[in-house]
């Protein structure tokens, strides 16, 4: 369902925002929810069974002061693959930061001494507690990933990555698809760049985005397998695309991810793929939403393993 916008309030049709537009939209944003209360205090808890680190401190001013956490395996051996999960990139899609949560706490227990894990849960909280998806800086974090990043968000995950570029096997970033791109989202990105808005399509259910450079077809359908035990997969639209992008597969596009910048692009890993979960469906519940994030997960670990 997508809900017709007209104009965005801020700025001027055609011209791209300056800072006392950003400094407006910031003064617009509210806070919904709390980081410290319903993510990393549950960090915290899975601190006994992971190791806990600190990878970074993003200082928002009055708006708080927000310390960037991961969880690995306590046990790291070089001899074993690698694997990197993180969520939360975009603050405002739920599902990214307590799937990955969940998967920490009910299901990687079965993968320890099989392989390095390595967990960002919420990558973006100043956004996870105003449900929103650029940083205060009315910056995207996914298309900002790269040297001398703009984000700080982006910056701290690049340079967490970093030593593990090389040597990473598998990187599952875990998105969601919502009414409010629609809605929201993508009127203020036209407005913020100058640009027409152009409306689009929201499909109903889960899909994934993979690298058009290095596509991994059987990788992409191994989760889209896994994930159908627990939610419905996105048809294509009349067009055959999803979000304007071809279907390159069921359930799958492709993105040239490093180009944009985006999170799924920080390593040389060989499996690499970007879910997107639609929680707004009449036919998902926040329950499902977690746990196909969770099976995405598994079946991305399962398939980089089998792989030898």
């Excluded at 985006?262 to 040389?268: E, H, K, R, V």
């Excluded at 519940?285 to 792989?307: G, H, K, S, W, Y």
Aim: glycine share 8%; charged share 25%; hydrophobic share 35%.
């Amino acid at each position: 369902m997508n809900t017709p916008v007209a104009f965005y309030p801020i700025g001027t049709p055609g011209q791209p925002w300056g800072p006392a537009q950003v400094a407006e939209w910031r003064s617009r944003q509210v806070r919904h929810r709390s980081y410290f209360e319903e993510v990393a205090s549950v960090i915290e808890r899975l601190g006994e069974r992971y190791e806990k680190i600190q990878y970074g401190e993003l200082d928002y001013g009055a708006d708080g002061r927000f310390p960037l956490f991961a969880l690995k395996s306590r046990n790291w051996d070089e001899s074993l693959p690698t694997m990197l999960v993180t969520g939360g990139v975009h603050g405002y899609e739920t599902s990214g930061v307590h799937g990955a949560l969940l998967f920490l706490d009910q299901y990687a227990g079965a993968y320890a001494g099989r392989i390095n894990l390595l967990v960002a849960p919420c990558v973006s909280p100043w956004a996870y507690e105003r449900i929103h998806r650029w940083n205060p800086e009315a910056i995207d974090p996914n298309r900002s990933f790269r040297d001398d990043s703009p984000a700080g968000e982006s910056a701290a995950l690049w340079a967490l990555a970093a030593p593990l570029r090389a040597r990473t096997r598998m990187h599952i970033d875990l998105h969601e698809t919502t009414d409010s791109d629609e809605s929201e989202f993508r009127p203020a990105l036209a407005a913020r760049d100058g640009k027409p808005y152009e409306p689009g399509e929201i499909p109903d259910g889960f899909y994934l985005v993979g690298d058009s450079e290095d596509p991994q077809p059987q990788f992409q359908q191994a989760i889209i397998a896994e994930v159908e035990k627990v939610t419905h997969i996105a048809p294509a639209d009349a067009r055959g695309e999803i979000i304007g992008s071809p279907v390159v597969a069921r359930g799958v596009i492709d993105y040239p991810v490093r180009k944009l910048g985006l999170c799924a692009g920080i390593t040389d890993a060989r499996y690499r793929t970007t879910t997107e979960v639609y929680p707004d469906s009449p036919r998902a519940t926040p329950e499902q939403c977690n746990q196909a994030q969770a099976a995405a997960v598994r079946a991305a670990i399962d398939f980089a393993l089998a792989q030898g």
